[in-house]
């Protein structure tokens, strides 16, 4: 990690992040109720749901650059 880090410093290159796949995300109650029902009549857990939801809209925004 220590080469990789000076290599990124003597070539001004900003280190890729590293990502831990989770993320805690505050809703209010009302749209935490709503998502839930909508993952339940989607027959999905809240979580696939979710991540469904983020990565349809990543890639629409993704698209655009």
């Given at each position: 990690?220590d080469?990789?880090?000076?290599?990124?410093?003597r070539?001004?290159i900003?280190?890729a992040?590293?990502?831990?796949?989770?993320l805690?995300?505050?809703?209010?109650?009302d749209?935490?109720?709503?998502?839930s029902?909508?993952?339940?009549q989607?027959?999905?857990s809240?979580n696939?749901?979710?991540?469904?939801?983020?990565?349809?809209?990543a890639?629409?925004?993704?698209?655009?650059?």
């Amino acid at each position: 990690v220590d080469s990789y880090l000076e290599h990124c410093a003597r070539h001004n290159i900003d280190p890729a992040k590293t990502y831990s796949g989770q993320l805690r995300v505050r809703f209010t109650p009302d749209l935490h109720a709503k998502i839930s029902q909508a993952a339940a009549q989607a027959d999905q857990s809240l979580n696939a749901f979710i991540a469904e939801a983020a990565m349809r809209r990543a890639d629409e925004m993704t698209e655009r650059i």
